[in-house]
């Protein structure tokens, strides 16, 4: 069983940066594709980025393309993301989730493992 810790979610202003972090234990980390999902009040979880553990080749959602980078250090067991330019529509539960399969998916349904979110606000 992998779980997953997020951390480093806060209260900014729009276009402030903030790096989150995740934390993985109890798998093998670096055979997992990792993604953030995120989550606003009253909408749908939706994706945000993942890295694939061969390569580290990524995929990102239009919205956040040229703002967020995803990056992972497998000694560390930790998947970061790093937000710049943050806007008010960012403003979401962010959550980390683990993938087992070889392929770089967006579908959540696709993720075996998730974290328990840290809450990512920013102010206008």
């Known amino acids: 069983q992998v779980q997953l810790v997020e951390s480093g979610g806060g209260l900014v202003q729009a276009g402030d940066s903030l790096r989150l972090s995740c934390a993985a234990s109890?798998?093998?980390?670096?055979?997992?594709?990792m993604g953030w999902f995120r989550q606003a009040p009253g909408k749908e979880r939706e994706f945000v980025a993942a890295i694939h553990w061969i390569g580290s080749s990524t995929h990102y959602v239009d919205s956040v393309k040229g703002r967020f980078t995803i990056s992972r250090d497998n000694p560390k067991n930790t998947v970061y993301l790093q937000m710049n330019g943050l806007k008010p529509e960012d403003t979401a539960v962010y959550y980390c989730?683990?993938?087992?399969?070889?392929?770089?998916?967006?579908?959540?349904?696709?993720?075996?493992?998730w974290g328990q979110g840290t809450q990512v606000t920013v102010s206008s």
């Open positions: 109890g798998g093998t980390f670096s055979r997992y594709v």
């Open positions: 989730a683990a993938d087992r399969r070889y392929v770089i998916s967006t579908t959540i349904d696709e993720y075996d493992y």
